[in-house]
């Protein structure tokens, strides 16, 4: 019986050792990928210094040209945005931004897929084991799922998601620290878009409100202080009901922040052109966005 019980204390320790061990390995492996989407969340952790972010999902990084921001508003500008997240990885993300900068703009696109409505916000977490430590993600990781601070243990667990990039990124990490491109996290589409593909009818009302989703818009608001703050619904092919964003407007109105609403221009409605499908903008809806944009926030500004 005490050879058994030996063999077990024996196998936990080497577990414990190995798991240790391993997560110090994939540590500085990670944080040396200077590529990709992982190349792009070490620059936005370490070394991010512009003047004007852009946080959301997809339709904030392919929306957005910081390169027309910078040139028409003399402010350098980064897009923070990441495909398929939403509010609860802007504030992880702009949490860890503010232990080493303070922007002067925050812009940050509003969906109701990622925004409001309910979903298995776990998913959102990949992103922010490495980070653990870091800004105010316990406290996010304990508010979307409270045994996430016993996983967090072990320090394999908090590499395992970012197995699920590409492996190019993966195996080719040691090329120094990441320099961002002239995009500046800008993912410009090409494709034009073709109506006659288009999917019955996807923008609706549907679906159960997310109250930790339209808690944490309330501490992004908190979070922001110090930057001028703008949300803004971009430019969508179908166009957009008014009940659509309603509980991100009801709170940028009670909390005195601006919401600029594109969703419904004419100049972009039922406009191929401008877009790559349904629900995105191509290059040339981009650029063209970001210009209107320009031109609406260049008053607004307290440039100092």
């Not at 190349?39 to 390169?67: M, T, V």
């Not at 495909?83 to 303070?102: C, D, M, N, P, V």
């Not at 090409?190 to 409100?209: Q, T």
Request: charged content about 25%.
């Amino acid at each position: 019986m005490k050879k058994f019980i030996f063999k077990i204390i024996l196998f936990a320790i080497i577990i414990i050792i190995s798991d240790i061990l391993w997560g110090f390995f994939f540590r500085y492996w990670f944080h040396n990928i200077n590529s990709g989407h992982i190349g792009k969340a070490n620059y936005i952790s370490e070394q991010l210094d512009e003047d004007i972010l852009i946080f959301g999902p997809s339709r904030a990084e392919f929306h957005y040209n910081p390169a027309i921001i910078t040139d028409s508003l003399g402010m350098t500008c980064y897009n923070c945005g990441a495909s398929g997240h939403g509010i609860l990885t802007a504030y992880g993300r702009l949490s860890i931004i503010k232990e080493h900068h303070q922007p002067k703009v925050i812009i940050i696109e509003a969906s109701r897929d990622f925004d409001i409505i309910t979903s298995d916000n776990n998913r959102f977490l990949g992103l922010f084991k490495k980070n653990y430590e870091r800004g105010k993600i316990a406290e996010l990781f304990n508010d979307i799922d409270s045994t996430q601070k016993y996983k967090m243990l072990s320090q394999m667990y908090r590499y395992n998601s970012n197995f699920t990039h590409n492996p190019k990124t993966i195996f080719k990490p040691f090329h120094g620290k990441y320099k961002p491109d002239k995009l500046r996290g800008f993912l410009p589409q090409k494709e034009v878009f073709d109506s006659m593909k288009l999917a019955p009818s996807h923008m609706n009302s549907d679906g159960e409100i997310d109250s930790l989703k339209l808690r944490y818009i309330e501490k992004f608001i908190d979070l922001s202080k110090g930057a001028q703050l703008f949300f803004v619904s971009s430019p969508i092919w179908y166009g957009m009901s008014p009940e659509h964003l309603a509980p991100i407007k009801d709170i940028c109105k009670r909390r005195n922040v601006p919401f600029l609403d594109f969703s419904n221009d004419p100049k972009y409605v039922h406009n191929n052109a401008f877009f790559k499908d349904g629900k995105h903008l191509n290059d040339k809806g981009a650029d063209e966005f970001t210009k209107d944009l320009v031109r609406v926030l260049r008053p607004m500004l307290k440039l100092r």
